[in-house]
Nanobody
């Protein structure tokens, strides 16, 4: 069955970096658009970044543009999110998600991981 397993979250100070990973299995990873979303307490799940099947196009939310970098390794079935210059407002549970076509809307994604907590202290 489809599995997406995130890792790499944790506690970081403002200005530090973290790298999230998402290991995929149970589907043809290279054929899916992959995204990162995040959800802070009391807020809706929001799009962070997405990458096309061949990594040709990456998309970012304005709030993370220039600080976060999404990438994927189709040979290893793994999605990454390099997060630099972290801010307290980046604190959230981060989820990876898969969909056949690109989308910024969480409701349009079929497959989700369980999430990994990122906490940024000031």
């Amino acid at each position: 069955q489809v599995q997406l397993v995130e890792s790499g979250g944790g506690l970081a100070q403002a200005g530090a970096s973290l790298r999230l990973s998402c290991a995929a299995s149970g589907f043809t990873f290279s054929r899916f658009y992959m995204s990162w979303f995040r959800q802070a307490p009391g807020k809706e799940r929001e799009f962070v970044s997405g990458v096309t099947r061949n990594s040709g196009i990456t998309t970012y939310a304005d709030s993370v543009k220039g600080r976060f970098t999404i990438s994927r390794d189709n040979a290893e079935n793994t999605l990454y999110l390099q997060m630099n210059s972290l801010k307290p407002e980046d604190t959230a549970v981060y989820y990876c998600a898969a969909r056949y076509d690109s989308s910024r809307y969480a409701r349009e994604y079929f497959y989700w991981g369980q999430g990994t907590q990122v906490t940024v202290s000031s």
